[in-house]
């Protein structure tokens, strides 16, 4: 991707921490989404990992000041975020799971609309400002193109555009890749990796690679709870030998599960390839692998690594 500077984002000086202490959300049809989550972001790429379902737009829609928590602080650096809305939302870029555009509208346009919207009144610094997000974004060349012609890469790389106007500090990002080509996961996520150079940028999502390749940090939530907080290669550097696979058939795999603890379990060749949680060789029939960061995911998830959780057997298709 060209590269451009980003005159409209903060300087590495002025970058800030979140601090997330003790945060629950109970909704009133009793579900609890947030059960007592804590965490520290710095500055950088931080990904929120987990299924659908396990509190991470509960969180993000928290941070991005849409919701209250009903017990818990949340701090942007000297900032608290759920008494100091106003404040909170000039200094943050949102982008949804789901968002809407006028398909109408041209993406220069629409995107000097909003940049009205968040205060940016002077003219000239306002071009200024757009053309610089345009040519980050990689939209400069469509920016006369009406946003329904966009591809949803391009819409997202849109909506990249409107959350960094206003100098935000934090950028969210709810499962922003679902539903994109190959290649244009890879521009959006080449963007956000530029975009966490200057600030703290979360990525939420149920997709280990997009963690796996961006991220310095991570935290692993399943039914409202944090299961492991780490960085990713630490993460995976600490699963060292204990982690081993086997190919068997279909019709073993309850036997192999009273046996052995399974984290996953996938179809490869018409058979059932299992990996395996053991902290010594299992038994004939397995061998070693070399762990990475979804078998971090899916040993966390069992219950097996970090904060032991009930194993979740639907996670590995028993």
Excluded at 31 to 38: G, T
Excluded at 170 to 197: Q, Y
Excluded at 245 to 253: C, H, N, Q, V, Y
Aim: contains cysteine; proline residues 6%.
């Amino acid at each position: 991707m060209e590269q451009h500077e980003s005159p409209y984002l903060v300087d590495a000086a002025s970058q800030v921490q979140l601090r997330i202490s003790n945060v629950s959300k109970t909704y009133p049809n009793g579900v609890q989404a947030l059960h007592d989550v804590s965490l520290d972001i710095p500055p950088g790429m931080y990904g929120l990992l987990g299924p659908n379902g396990a509190g991470k737009s509960t969180l993000m829609r928290i941070l991005a000041t849409l919701q209250e928590p009903d017990s818990g602080q949340l701090r942007l650096g000297h900032l608290d975020v759920v008494h100091q809305k106003d404040a909170v939302r000039r200094t943050l870029g949102y982008l949804p799971q789901e968002f809407g555009l006028y398909p109408k509208a041209r993406a220069e346009e629409l995107l000097d609309y909003f940049a009205v919207l968040k205060g940016l009144t002077n003219r000239a610094r306002r071009r200024e400002t757009t053309a610089a997000l345009l040519r980050q974004t990689n939209l400069w060349d469509t920016r006369r193109q009406q946003l329904g012609g966009y591809s949803g890469g391009m819409k997202q790389r849109f909506g990249v555009a409107v959350a960094l106007l206003g100098t935000p500090r934090l950028l969210i990002v709810d499962e922003p890749t679902a539903g994109l080509d190959p290649a244009e996961r890879v521009r959006f996520l080449n963007l956000l990796s530029e975009v966490g150079e200057t600030g703290v940028v979360i990525l939420s999502t149920h997709l280990v690679a997009d963690v796996a390749e961006l991220c310095t940090r991570m935290a692993i939530i399943d039914r409202g709870r944090i299961l492991l907080e780490a960085r990713p290669l630490e993460a995976v550097a600490a699963l060292h030998g204990r982690i081993w696979r086997r190919l068997t058939d279909k019709p073993a795999l309850p036997a192999l599960a009273q046996q052995h603890r399974i984290i996953s379990a996938k179809r490869l060749s018409g058979r059932t390839l299992v990996h395996v949680y053991s902290e010594e060789a299992p038994g004939p029939g397995f061998e070693p692998v070399k762990p990475d960061l979804e078998d971090v995911y899916f040993s966390a998830m069992a219950g097996h690594f970090g904060h032991a959780v009930p194993h979740r057997a639907k996670e590995v298709g028993l």
